[in-house]
């Protein structure tokens, strides 16, 4: 099948109202006809099902979690972009666009990001009316930060909590429609395959976690709102259910994958402490606004540091090295988050990493604490503050700021940050690859669409800070309402979708199979001594930078590991009873699949691009290099095994920017 | 440090339930009270038996999933923390350790230390939320300014992460914290004020009609909450009822 992108002809700036003009409504008495599933209650899935819901359409929404406000984009610190230009500081539609598109290395869909940075204010607007407290200057006015990648204040926030705050208010909006009945909510319910009727997208095979029932779920239209993969490396900063399930199983059933490769390595994390971690905690981009980045300049310091005769406070200015200051004046501590992660791996590797495992460096607040102090005196009148009176005064305007960052890290790590710098490493946090979509967000399945991180649309190889809050709430508030009606306009007289057909049977089956074979191996190893083996495999091979030869070893251990998996795995338990390790077993066989294909994507993809750094493509000062002739999205069909998988290429188009070698110095 | 556990053992909301002890070795100050959960877990898997089933999924303390009942107190020993921000370094070894679900009536177990907190959310339903459609033609985000102080006041309240520590560590199971959050939130904002008093009214009810006890103003639960929530909340509440009411 060949891609067709369906993007609308006409100028970028009229783009969306044109298309908007000339698409079908349904009318709101047919619309009460009609069935829509959207599995996933985040940003993108919660704002979807209130706004399918309050246009008049049946919801049936799904989370595997006990209630949808406890979604991963709950996790969300930083911020939420918007060209607003509150701040007057040049801030435009055009601007955003051309800083997504540009922070995505040249990688993304130029009509979507641009429709995604048309409709970025009205989420802000929204939001307040739902009754999001975002920050407010002492005017009451809304207040903005930085994020990476740009020269602008454009970021909404809500203390370090916007992502909660954000989902909080679009399950606001999924409540009054639950209490309307608009929306029927499955929480602790898990999609664990899609129904495809006459090649349309029919319905769902959900389990019940609680009784571990079976359930055949029908629809007029299936949206899959269910996140990213980054838990494929066992370690990130997704949640621990956080999985790739529903996007593989419509993968599987025809919708292409793209850019699997594309992942975010997060600069700002908490290092990992040893073998038993379970997750990474991120501390947000939004402290690079305050914190300077910094390694010592010589190894003997390193050395002292790691045996605990020096103390990082006691370091003279001149033997650190920021070393973002120093390869990028222009942009600093702000680079984006590839750009700034592959630094410290790169200081990290050459031997100046500053604990135990060599992996980590320092984010110093030390210099913020006096601007804002001095800048504090002046405002309440205290004349020749002393050195200590000033950094408290500072100290307040960072607690205020980023208060419970700094408590988190405090819980976790056991060291005041106020006192001694944050000693951070970067580690997975989001995936830009994710289900191919059109124009419409529908993937190559007629009538399933994908939304929020769990498509592949908006962030090309790199997604800049404050980004993923955008694109959630942007498909699922502002596009897909109108995009699905489009395409249900159709379906006006079709009726209640039956479950009782040959398709629902052979997809149950299919599914209760499965379940079947984990509860009976009984085999020798547990689950995550699968899962964490592959979390190895990915970071070793296909983490901060990749190569030939280590993808190949990837590919094959991979694929050696899911044949053991598949013969070894053991589950405890009954599937008639809630049981998190049968839940976990289907999640991880489907990693197991979709790591193979990463690593297959990132083998073919032979340039460097945001987040996939390939070693054999890099410029002599070691930036990414890219290269004209990959300027495509990489799609995968499947067709069995991951190694048989068919490429085709949406080739990229960029008439309205111009493609320029990245440049942040 | 080596530890005794004892933990609650419930295979469903319909059986009985006990408490089952465990011994556990080796254990680092630093990991995170579920990741000696899952050190112990993947020892009960290895030996062919049930792990102990507990929810938890951010683990860093914002989706309010976990929820432990830990030496009798929710959450455990720790301040302005969750389960899953709890470290071992606040125990030592040769303890004893006793954990136990959620207890409240409008909190059934499911399983082990898994509870059903969907009377939260069906609090919710009856009015938390502000009515307005999300079609995007709002005004503007600045046309009404909002004092600074009201704006922080109502994130604060809004921080709430809807855990039930507060419910399970209440001796008359009261959900005031957790409602009055919510309430306060909306009433600190102009935004909330159209539907002010058929919200506290309706949110209140169902309170109510979920099981949930009353205040008495002892105060535990703002002890015990993870994310410091005031009980001025409450005080809030109860003066938003009154307002409502007369």
Known sequence: MALDSKVPQGP??????????????????????????VVGTGLAGGSASATLAE???????????????????????????????????????YRLFYDTVKGGDYRSREANVYRLAEVSANIIDQCVAQGVPFARDY???????????????????????????????????????????????????????????????????????????????????????????????????????????????????????????YTQIHPTCIPRSGDYQSKLTLMSESLRNDGRIWVPKHLKDVEAIKAGTLKPTQLKEEDRDYYLERRYPAFGNLVPRDVASRAAKERCDAGYGVNATGEAVYLDFAASFVRYGTEQAKIQGINNPSDAKIKELGQEIVRAKYGNLFQMYEKIVDENPYETPMMIYPAVHYTMGGVWVDYNLMTTIPGCYAIGEANFSDHGANRLGASALMQGLADGYFVLPYTIGDYLS??????????????????EKEVKERIDFFINNKGTHSVDYYHKKLGKIMWDECGMSRNKAGLEKAIQEISDLRKDFWQNVNVPGTDTEYNEQLAKAGRVADFLELGELFAKDALVREESAGGHFREEHQTEDGEAKRLKEFQFVSAWEYKGEPKDAVLHKEALEYENIEVKERSYK | MNLTLKIWR????????????????????????????????????????????????????????????????????????????????????????????????????????VVDRSAFDRIQHAGGYISVNTSGNTQDANSIPIPKQ????????????????????????????????????????????????????????????????????TGACEVECPKGISLDNIARMNRELMKASI
């Open chain 1, 12 to 37: 970028l700036k009229d783009k969306w109202t044109d298309y908007k003009n000339k698409i079908n409504l349904v009318n709101p008495a047919n619309k009460r006809h009609i069935d829509v599933i």
């Open chain 1, 55 to 93: 246009l008049g359409y049946n919801v049936k929404a799904f989370a595997y979690q006990d209630s949808p406000r406890r979604a991963h984009s709950i996790a969300a610190q930083g911020g939420i972009n918007a060209a607003k230009n509150y701040q007057g500081d040049g801030d435009s539609t």
């Open chain 1, 139 to 261: 005017g009451g006015l809304l207040d903005n930060r930085s994020f990476g990648g740009v020269l602008v204040s454009r970021t909404f926030y809500a203390k370090g909590q916007t992502g909660q705050q954000l989902l909080l208010g679009a399950y606001s909006a999924m409540n009054r429609q639950i209490a309307r009945g608009k929306i029927e909510m499955f929480n602790r319910h898990e999609m664990l395959d899609v129904v495809v009727v006459d090649g349309k997208a029919r319905g769902i095979i959900a389990r019940n976690l609680v009784t571990g029932e079976i359930e055949r779920h029908s629809a007029h239209a299936v949206v899959i709102a269910s996140g990213g993969y980054g838990n494929v490396y066992f370690l990130s900063t997704n949640a621990m259910g956080s999985n790739v399930t529903a996007g593989w199983k419509v993968h599987k059933k025809g919708a292409y994958f793209a850019n699997p490769c």
């Open chain 1, 490 to 507: 159709d379906d006006i007289r079709t009726g209640k979708i039956s479950t009782e057909t040959p398709e629902f049977e052979a997809a």
């Open chain 2, 10 to 113: 419930q295979k469903d909301a319909n059986s009985e339930g006990q408490m089952v002890d465990y011994q556990i070795s080796d254990v680092s100050d630093h990991m995170s009270f579920l990741e000696m959960m899952d050190v112990l877990n993947e020892q009960i898997i290895n030996k062919g038996e049930q792990p102990v089933a507990f929810d938890h999924d951010c683990r860093e303390g914002i989706c309010g999933m976990c929820s432990m009942y830990i030496n009798g107190e929710a959450h455990g020993p720790d301040r302005g923390v969750t389960t899953c921000q709890l470290h071992m370094r606040m125990f030592n070894d040769g303890d004893t350790i006793t954990i136990e679900p959620w207890k409240a009536a409008a909190f059934p177990v499911v399983k082990d230390l």
């Open chain 2, 150 to 217: 009201d704006a922080d006041t109502a994130m604060d309240a809004a921080t709430c992460i809807g855990c039930g520590a507060c419910v399970a560590t209440c001796k008359n199971s009261s959900a005031m914290l957790f409602v009055g959050a919510k309430v306060s939130q909306y009433a600190l904002l102009p935004q909330g004020q159209v539907e002010a008093a058929d919200r506290v009214k309706n949110m209140v009810a169902q309170m109510d009609l979920e099981g949930f006890g009353n205040c008495t103003n």
